[in-house]
Structure formats: structure tokens, C-alpha cells
């Protein structure tokens, strides 16, 4: 049974940390590129980071470069999202998604959401 589960998330004031984790089961977690997204009420599931499946590149959206890292631990089937001088607008819930194209399939992911509120 595939599952994603996410953890980490909380209520942070503006300007503070968080670490988010999603670990992953029930599929060779090695194959797949792990990405990040949020969904903030009343708009659209937007990307957030994504990483490739060795870890060897990464990619931001442009509104948390150099405020998050994505970054994954194959030994673990983990993958974290590191997110420093949080903002209000980063308020969301965050779902980790787990991504392979292969030359018969592609294969997707979700896990259910964690909730991240920055607020004062």
C-alpha cells in the first residue's frame, strides 16, 4: 500500500522556521522525483520544490528561493522541505507528491496535507 505522509506542520510567527517531512512507503521511493506544493485557500495547488530522484537537482518556485530547501534522505524514504523567514502568505496546506515517468507509465503520488499557518 503506497502512503505519503506528511509532518512538521504548525502555527509560526512571521519570520520563523519550519521543517516539514513526508515519508514515503509502499513504493521504490530511489525512482521517484519528490515535489512539494501548497494550496492556499480559495486558490490554485501551486509548486513549491521539487527534487529529482537522487537528489541531485533542485528546483523553486520563485516566491520561496532562498527562504526554503528541498532536500531528501533515500535511506529514510523521506523527504523534507526547510523553510525559514516564513511569511503570512506562506499560509497553507502542504502536500508532498512523488512523481515517475517511465517509457510505459507515469506514476503519482499524494500524501493528504500538513497545515502551515504563519500568523502573529
Known amino acids: 500500500q503506497v502512503q505519503l505522509v506528511e509532518s512538521g506542520g504548525g502555527l509560526v510567527q512571521p519570520g520563523g522556521s519550519l521543517r516539514l517531512s513526508c515519508s514515503a512507503s509502499g513504493f521504490t521511493f530511489t525512482r521517484y522525483a519528490m515535489t512539494w506544493y501548497r494550496q492556499a485557500p480559495g486558490k490554485e495547488r501551486e509548486l513549491v520544490a521539487t527534487?529529482?530522484?537522487?537528489?541531485?537537482?533542485?528546483n523553486y518556485a520563485d516566491s520561496v528561493k532562498g527562504r526554503f530547501t528541498i532536500s531528501r534522505d533515500n535511506a529514510k524514504n523521506t523527504v523534507y522541505l526547510q523553510m525559514a523567514s516564513l511569511k503570512p502568505e506562506d499560509t497553507a496546506v502542504y502536500y508532498c507528491k512523488a512523481g515517475r515517468t517511465s517509457s510505459t507509465r507515469t506514476s503519482v503520488y499524494w500524501g493528504q496535507g500538513t497545515q502551515v499557518t504563519v500568523s502573529s
Open positions: 527534487i529529482t530522484s537522487a537528489g541531485g537537482s533542485t
